[in-house]
């Protein structure tokens, strides 16, 4: 892997010029959770409180950081609120590289379960000629970008940048750390959503505890045996990542810290007017439409699944175990009566079928109803006939193994067969090539390795 340059970054970069290098360089990665739940500022100052915390956990001095929310649907992305650690000009610039981007880029960055890495890696390696147009965009003074991703499960999400002096690949350390900080900038934001009006009164409000953990009211589900034993085990678990030695301890603290508690409740910090500090479990689970019955959690796990995310990411998203969430996606597949969690994940992918329902009311039930075309068969043109039949076969669920068998040759063929189809398609996972194929399907057209940006812009920041 290629080692990360220490080099400091310039006072000024001919793109983005910075007029001030923020100088707190206190590593807290507690401090960016703690401030994720802060509630008592506006988005605004939230984001920029954020960045503060982020300048220099990102470890790259003078580098221009920006944080903004985003809103994206499965034809539409929006750069929402923004945050520098600069001057304006970086917020415009992340603006209008957002809207410069193709849409296959956006795909890749908003709707394909990206959740944190650098342009290099993401969207140099597979949309040709867009290095370049960066490069020229920045004056070759920014060559690269490092970027974090976290969705709240519904329609928002957050994206953390940094530029970078040049091409990098990210750390495991980094990769582990900061996809479990964007998880906590989600579901702040989504708390955001959920409370218009933050006080313990509020109907989402279903536990409160005082400054050492003990129980002082519950009510809806908190009120179980259970409910209380798991929230008492998540607010000491947060109060040990508070401590010095938690903050000295980062990796462990992240992740004993969750993003959602059993998969309905963030803890928040509440302190009344004499000072005394309480944490209060809020309701923040992601809300869906009910499609053919799936219960709430199978809802919001298959909806993480469609944006590509892995059982483990999933799991540290809704404070679950692995296995809870295999066994969701197991009942979602036979409750919609798709044979495979490949399929699963396409049809509640952003381009899928789950994004094309009309919700409709009908004898007091509420139902999803729409249509859906199937693969065409232009969509596989570039690939081999053998390509075409693996490919098939890869969406309706089956494994190499399988498909092995099925077409008579060895696992070594099949596996390099898959490669080539991924190669010539533009996509890294099976649920990406679902995903992919279906969407050809809708606009009839072939999908393709992923089209260079047009030339009205440079490739979109992470």
């Not at 006939?385 to 077409?407: K, Q, W």
Request: hydrophobic fraction near 40%.
């Amino acid at each position: 892997m290629r080692r990360r340059p220490r080099r400091r970054y310039p006072l000024a970069v001919r793109a983005l010029p910075l007029e001030r290098i923020v100088t707190n360089l206190r590593k807290d990665w507690i401090a960016l959770l703690e401030t994720s739940y802060d509630l008592d500022r506006t988005t605004q100052a939230w984001l920029e409180a954020l960045v503060e915390c982020a300048v220099p956990l990102v470890d790259r001095p003078g580098a221009p950081i920006s944080l903004f929310t985003f809103k994206v649907t499965p034809t539409t992305h929006k750069v929402l609120d923004v945050a520098v650690n600069g001057p304006p000009i970086i917020a415009d610039a992340t603006r209008a590289t957002n809207s410069a981007a193709s849409q296959a880029e956006l795909d890749v960055l908003y709707r394909g379960g990206f959740v944190g890495g650098t342009l290099s890696e993401v969207i140099f390696a597979n949309f040709p000629g867009t290095r370049e147009k960066f490069l020229e965009s920045t004056g070759g003074q920014v060559c690269d970008v490092f970027g974090w991703c976290g969705h709240t499960g519904r329609d928002l999400g957050i994206m953390l940048n940094a530029s970078l002096l040049a091409e990098e690949t990210t750390t495991p350390a980094e990769s582990r750390r900061w996809s479990r900080i964007v998880a906590h900038m989600a579901a702040g934001l989504r708390l955001r959503q959920n409370l218009e009006q933050w006080s313990l009164d509020h109907e989402r409000v279903e536990a409160i505890f005082d400054g050492g953990g003990k129980l002082q009211d519950a009510r809806d589900k908190a009120r179980s045996d259970t409910a209380r034993t798991r929230l008492q085990g998540a607010v000491r678990a947060m109060d040990r990542a508070r401590t010095a030695s938690g903050r000295a301890d980062a990796d462990t603290s992240l992740g004993e810290w969750e993003a959602l508690v059993s998969g309905r409740w963030s803890l928040v910090d509440r302190f009344d007017s004499d000072g005394k500090r309480f944490v209060v479990a809020v309701r923040n689970d992601p809300a869906h439409p009910d499609p053919r019955g799936l219960t709430e959690r199978e809802r919001q796990i298959a909806e993480f699944l469609g944006l590509g995310h892995t059982t483990k990411q999933i799991a540290y998203r809704l404070g679950l175990s692995p296995s809870s969430v295999d066994n969701a996606i197991a009942a979602a597949q036979d409750k919609l009566g798709l044979p495979s969690r490949v399929q699963l994940g396409a049809f509640f992918s952003p381009a899928g079928l789950r994004a094309k329902l009309a919700e409709v009311a009908v004898a007091g039930e509420q139902l999803l109803v729409g249509s859906h075309p199937l693969v065409r068969a232009e969509a596989m043109e570039v690939l081999s006939e053998a390509e075409r039949h693996v490919a098939a076969l890869i969406v309706g669920g089956s494994t190499n193994a399988h498909i092995a068998r099925i077409r008579e040759s060895s696992d070594r063929t099949v596996a390099n067969q898959v490669q080539s189809i991924f190669a010539k398609l533009g996509v890294r996972s099976r649920l990406e090539l679902a995903a992919r194929l279906q969407s050809a399907a809708d606009e009839g057209l072939a999908p393709g390795p992923p089209a260079s940006p047009g030339s009205d812009g440079p490739p979109s920041s992470i």
